[in-house]
């Protein structure tokens, strides 16, 4: 019988066939929410708390254009210059925010719906240090490594955006700095980007440049390929004014806003999790009512960011386990109020790809995914609790992305799956195990997903094969990637334009090809 | 005002205070179940589905005294010399069976109570090598290897008991090989721990030792500290006959019994995770009805332990997310029963301590205890899916551990956490930080715990202080632990009579100290 017999070549035949699209068993979008930190009284009572905060507390500094806004809405403003918000007008406006939102890709395949519980992970934050870990030094980020991130994100199958992760340090004007952010972006990856403005004089041009990438204004904003990383908030409780002007500005040009509050537990965020929870709540809620003041609908993200620190020193720690906790309660948070969340998982303390950075990446990427975070940023590369990033460990982790992924889809328990007429035949008829059974042929590719990067020989068979270092396989992986053609680069003509007209410092993307290789 | 003053220097004074036991932010036996793999449907589907393998398929291969007994209490036995159970023979039998048991240490503050979700990490597995980091070597394990890993589990906070995780390989005889083991286990820690036992004959001299260890054999049945981890099936759904004996004669000799089912998916169970969890609950409701009717209500682990196979080689991956996702549903599958549940989590396929390695721990870890898995077997030290173990990983693990316990203790949310009145105070009067406020100051140690080994330092710092590299830190920190004093082994005349009478190998704990030194 055709069905019990050649196993293992049969395994190797399969394994060589391309898998239809539908029947990859990950991809970007899939459901979470297996995971509840918070009951649902809990979750009732921080939203009770957040509302008294809004009403009692409120937030100071907003911008004169803010102001008018939101008391306009409903707001208060006191004698001591705070907007105050009632629980009714915050309803009011949670009822105008979008939900279910897309972030386009430049190319249409990568697109991501943020509906509840949808899981997506990519990269993000600001390190202001690349890790070469061979030498285990760390360096100032250049464009070129901001520009060979973004290949690399364009490569990776579980990296589903690409938001720029570093500061470069190689450009000293700060305009300069951001059009050439955007530009290297753009020019590495397709997939969705994210980028980040302070000044909001910098936006003219970088709204130019977007629009000249999409070809017109209009194209622009019928698929806006950008969204932009806004801190709105100052924690405890005050506007940033700044980055307020500058998401007003986002929202007039179409570009998604990331509505940031980063407080840290204990330093400007209540050390208790569940006060940092509610504190963040309260601005996020406050930044939305301010987004919807501004234009109903905008497109937003609520983006409940608290840090945790560690309390004997004060310093951030991204990769406790007080942080996972923290981030999927954040989650779940969102997901009560059904907008689009984005938050932050991933972060290592470790300086070094090591055990360390591998087990506090794991915990709290795994932990949003099942808590349902439609956005986990900062997921991948990153170390030093955001202070450094290593592209080799970007290659490693694309594999604990997968695995993770792998854990949100969950268990399929069908008639067909609990597999009971298996196990008769099996046991009752067969040969008494699963090996080339048709079920185990079946589900090879669609059940099982396997690393690229991560090593599942025996002792033995590692041995053989010269004991092969994972830091080693990774950067000559990266190397082959970066040796690959360029062929997601904005098209010749469109480039040209952008050079002519922009300040671009990458060398053109022809030139770096070669220089990889 | 003394509570918004001196931040630093109070948070110096109150972390070099000691902390009350109850205060402690984590412990063994903190309560699980926030996240569930599977809907309650699902469950019980799988529960029907077992039922139906029970009835229809049942399991062959069952010693004379085992089909005597099941026979006697209403199983039926065919011609095809397959012992079939009723769903309410099943039903009935799960009434007698133990729940809330007690896993004894020598020492009663070792004691661990396996009540519904509650989390307890650990060692296990039969490793076959010792992973030299260092040298990147794998060798045999010896005596010498299993004694000092005790000791490690004695000293290391968050390993709640020590089941051996290697077989030594300097002792040929399997008698003494199995004397030896447990010799060693109980010199070097006293928390509970556990041993295995293919052999029968080896029993009577097990007991004897065991007898001696406690003072006599009646205190013994009082607070047996050492558990017997019982292969008692061959998957798929046939009884592993020489096993089964030394169930019973653990039974009648007062050890807990761990039941485990250890089939491997795409093997010897179905390819499909539902499938192997169905297998593996419908085997483990046999092992039970067995245990149960050899002695209502002994003290046994339900262990359902399905693994997964990479399904393109056949070799076990005890690393992958299928793994995670699959001891995740088998907790969650024993808790529906309300049993003492064992199964394993955080191994890992890499060959070394390395970001490949860290992610499959801590995933996997931190699944398990999230879905309130009693004992989370192998959790610590393993590598190449249980082939090798390191006692470097095995401190560098026990951060890890923490940090998985910090995630299922879960978020407080009291009015008081909720912290709405110190955002008030800190943003209307107060500094506008929450630096050196009282609530910090009171969750500092309560509410966040800090790493032994994990490097939480900025980039400058880690320079500073010579770039320190974890593997080099676990080293030092292994030696540093062994040079201590052996504080919990056996008691000098105890040790003397064991020795006399047992054929123990390992040197006078004395000559070690002073090795290790």
């Not at 934050?125 to 973004?150: C, F």
């Not at 403005?197 to 000249?212: E, K, N, T, V």
């Not at 999790?273 to 937003?300: D, H, M, R, W």
Request: some cysteine; aromatic content about 6%; charged content about 20%.
């Amino acid at each position: 019988m055709a069905k019990r017999s050649g196993g293992r070549n049969a395994r190797v035949a399969l394994r060589s066939a391309p898998l239809a699209e539908e029947l990859r068993p990950v991809r970007a979008g899939l459901a979470g929410g297996w995971y509840k930190p918070l009951s649902e009284n809990d979750v009732a009572s921080i939203h009770a708390s957040a509302l008294q905060v809004l009403e009692e507390i409120g937030l100071a500094d907003a911008p004169p254009s803010g102001i008018e806004a939101m008391r306009a809405a409903g707001a208060t403003y006191g004698e001591d210059k705070r907007l105050r918000f009632a629980p009714a007008m915050v309803e009011e406006m949670l009822k105008k925010a979008a939900r279910n939102i897309t972030l386009h890709g430049r190319n249409a395949k990568h697109d991501l719906v943020l509906s509840p519980n949808k899981v997506h992970y990519g990269t993000g934050g600001a390190a202001v240090h690349i890790v070469d870990s061979e030498s285990r030094n760390y360096r100032d980020p250049t464009l070129a490594d901001l520009y060979q991130t973004a290949r690399l994100a364009e490569h990776l199958e579980h990296v589903h955006y690409f938001q720029r992760p570093m500061v470069t340090r190689d450009v000293e004007d700060n305009y300069e700095l951001d059009i050439n952010t955007l530009y290297a972006c753009l020019s590495g990856t397709q997939k969705h980007i994210g980028v980040s403005y302070q000044d909001i004089s910098h936006m003219a041009g970088a709204f130019d440049l977007l629009h000249m990438a999409a070809g017109s204004e209009e194209k622009w904003r019928e698929r806006p390929f950008a969204s932009n990383s806004n801190c709105f908030v100052v924690p405890p409780l005050k506007f940033a004014t700044e980055s307020c002007l500058v998401m007003e500005e986002c929202i007039r040009g179409g570009m998604p806003v990331l509505m940031l509050s980063a407080g840290q537990a204990g330093a400007t965020a209540p050390a208790s999790i569940t006060g940092a929870i509610v504190q963040a709540v309260a601005e996020c809620l406050a930044g939305f009512i301010y987004v919807n003041c501004i234009k109903p609908g905008a497109s937003a993200i609520f983006g409940l960011w608290p840090f945790v620190s560690d309390l004997r020193s004060g310093a951030m720690s991204g990769g406790s386990g007080e942080q996972a906790l923290l981030t999927a309660a954040c989650a779940q948070m969102g997901n009560f109020y059904g907008l689009p969340t984005g938050s932050a998982a991933g972060m290592a303390d470790s300086k070094l790809p090591d055990l360390q950075a591998g087990y506090e990446k794991g915990i709290s990427n795994v932990m949003a995914g099942l808590a349902g975070l439609n956005m986990v940023y900062e997921s991948i590369g990153m170390h030093a609790s955001l202070l450094g990033f290593s592209l080799e460990s970007m290659i490693i982790d694309n594999d604990m992305i997968g695995q993770c992924l792998r854990c949100v889809r969950g268990i399929d328990v069908t008639p067909e799956s609990m597999a009971v007429e298996t196990i008769r035949e099996v046991c009752l008829e067969g040969p008494g195990h699963y090996l080339g059974h048709q079920q185990t042929l079946n589900l090879m590719q669609t059940e099982y997903i396997y690393p690229v990067m991560g090593d599942r020989t025996s002792p033995k068979e590692w041995a053989e094969v010269g004991k092969p270092e994972l830091l080693e396989a990774a950067t000559a992986e990266k190397n082959r990637i970066l040796a690959t053609p360029n062929r997601v680069a904005l098209p010749p003509h469109i480039d040209a334009a952008i050079r002519q007209k922009h300040p671009i410092r990458l060398p053109k993307i022809g030139s770096f090809h070669a220089k990889a290789s």
